[in-house]
């Protein structure tokens, strides 16, 4: 059973084209995340959710942006979209667990395509 | 700042052996360490994790190990199997930022039949 989800899996968008990524949870972990990956790169922290408290990157482009409206479901915005943001989105959930580790569940990823 | 990095981009071993990849990072104040899989095209998934107060932890077929001292940590795969191909990611996290994880780049280990 998936337990995160990421739609569509293959985005193309035009250069400065708004776009959009989804991701859902089954999990009902109180914590998602954002990485943007680029070719055998180590995923790069965009952002998170912690429960509705947003968490950005210091380093994170005000081009990105993040929506959670529910437990279930959070959005990536990319308002512009340019060449170098061309990557393969991926978005992770973790339960918040003091004492233990944060095993965070990550999505199959959106690979984006900029045009 | 803190870093997590890996000794080799690439490591290629035959069926049946045992793999060991490796990762050095450079803030001590890690709280927990957790090895991924990623396979092409999937995100990465999880295979252990290892608090910083242990030396060693084990799993199935693989075992773990965490030297505080020279500050490095890795990963030993048992009877490396053909589906073990993948790039591996070592992470750090501290509890102080939450759930936030650290990535080092990639190992890129390849099985040969």
């Known amino acids: 059973d998936a337990m995160v989800i990421q739609n569509p899996r293959y985005q193309v968008t035009q250069f400065g084209k708004p776009v959009t990524l989804s991701c859902s949870q089954t999990?009902?972990?109180?914590?998602m995340y954002w990485y943007q990956q680029k070719s055998s790169q180590a995923p790069k922290l965009l952002f998170h959710?912690?429960?509705?408290?947003?968490?950005n990157e210091a380093d994170t482009p005000d081009n990105f942006q993040s929506r959670r409206p529910n437990t279930s479901f959070c959005f990536l915005d990319i308002r512009s979209p340019g060449l170098g943001d061309a990557a393969m989105y991926l978005c992770?959930?973790?339960?918040?667990?003091?004492?233990?580790?944060?095993?965070?569940?990550f999505g199959p990823g959106t690979r984006l395509t900029v045009t | 700042g803190e870093s997590v990095g890996l000794h080799l981009p690439t490591l290629s071993v035959q069926e049946g052996d045992n793999s060991i990849i490796n990762c050095a990072y450079s803030?001590?104040?890690?709280?927990?360490f957790i090895w991924y899989k990623q396979e092409s095209g999937k995100g990465p998934q999880f295979i252990i994790d290892i608090r910083s107060n242990m030396d060693k932890r084990q799993g199935q077929r693989v075992t773990v190990l965490l030297n505080k001292t020279v500050k490095h940590l890795s990963l030993q795969i048992a009877a490396t199997q053909p589906g073990d191909s993948a790039v591996y990611f070592c992470?750090?996290?501290?509890?102080?930022?939450?759930?936030?994880?650290?990535f080092g780049e990639g190992t890129q280990l390849t099985v040969n039949p």
């Open positions: 999990l009902n972990h109180n914590v």
């Open positions: 959710y912690y429960d509705k408290d947003f968490n």
């Open positions: 803030n001590s104040a890690s709280d927990y």
């Open positions: 992470a750090r996290g501290l509890e102080t930022s939450g759930s936030r994880l650290t």
């Open positions: 992770a959930t973790s339960r918040d667990r003091r004492g233990g580790t944060y095993e965070q569940y």
